[in-house]
């Protein structure tokens, strides 16, 4: 079945880079878009942006360019995303969710990853 | 920068009927904005209901329901259950692969 497998939780402090992946299976990789979403405690949820998985373009929501990376190594059909320069706004719960569009239909984010806690804490 | 609104709270008796809706703070929603409808418990990663505006995703009982009303888009609720007590996010595509949501209601059953 689809499953979309997130890295645990992280703890770094403010300044550091975090790496949160994104394991996909179940189905063929590149057929689906990659969405990345995220959630601060108590709050909202924020669309970051999404990841073409047959040209690895990234397309990012205002709000989430320069210190926001989305990437791909399709050769273990896994995404990630990559925040740097962390601040204590960062801390947030990550989603991933695969999804699709056609002529008529979007679909964007048809099957969600469990949520990635990513802290940034002194 | 056009804001998706949706209402913060709303409440609904045990079997009764709620519809949540999903505007735009300029100009209105269609079809053509793809409007989807997610369910989130605390705690929990969202469950999406309905994509498209109006079709319901896999395993999504019938009693939620999405259309266009007026200039926006609504999610229905029928028959509420205590367990439909969640909070309810709204998407809309804005053109150009860019997505936004709304703020979220929290719904209340009781």
């Known amino acids: 079945q689809v499953q979309l497998v997130q890295s645990g939780s992280e703890l770094k402090k403010p300044g550091a880079s975090v790496k949160v992946s994104c394991k996909a299976s179940?189905?063929?990789?590149?057929?689906?878009?990659l969405n990345w979403v995220r959630q601060a405690p108590g709050q909202g949820l924020e669309w970051m942006g999404w990841?073409?998985?047959?040209?690895?373009?990234?397309t990012y929501a205002q709000g989430f360019t320069g210190r926001f990376v989305f990437s791909l190594d399709t050769s273990v059909s896994t995404a990630y995303l990559q925040i740097s320069s962390l601040k204590a706004e960062d801390t947030a719960v990550y989603y991933c969710?695969?999804?699709?569009?056609?002529?008529?239909?979007?679909?964007?984010?048809?099957?969600w990853g469990q949520g990635t806690l990513v802290t940034v804490s002194s | 920068q056009t804001v998706v609104t949706q209402e913060p709270s709303f409440s609904v008796s045990p079997g009764g009927t709620v519809t949540l809706t999903c505007g735009l703070s300029?100009?209105?929603?269609?079809?053509?904005?793809?409007p989807s409808w997610y369910q989130q418990t605390p705690g929990q990663a969202p469950r999406t209901l309905i994509y498209?505006?109006?079709t319901r995703s896999s395993g999504v009982p019938d009693r939620f329901s999405g259309s266009i009303l007026g200039n926006k888009a609504a999610l229905t609720i029928t028959g509420a259950q205590a367990d439909d007590e969640s909070d309810y996010y709204c998407?809309?595509?804005?053109?150009?692969?860019?997505?936004?949501f709304g703020g979220g209601t929290k719904l209340t059953v009781l």
């Open positions: 969710a695969r999804g699709y569009c056609s002529s008529t239909i979007c679909h964007i984010f048809e099957s």
């Open positions: 990841i073409n998985t047959n040209t690895g373009n990234p």
């Open positions: 179940g189905y063929t990789f590149t057929s689906y878009t």
């Open positions: 498209s505006t109006n």
């Open positions: 300029s100009g209105s929603v269609s079809t053509s904005y793809y």
């Open positions: 998407i809309v595509y804005m053109g150009s692969g860019i997505w936004v």
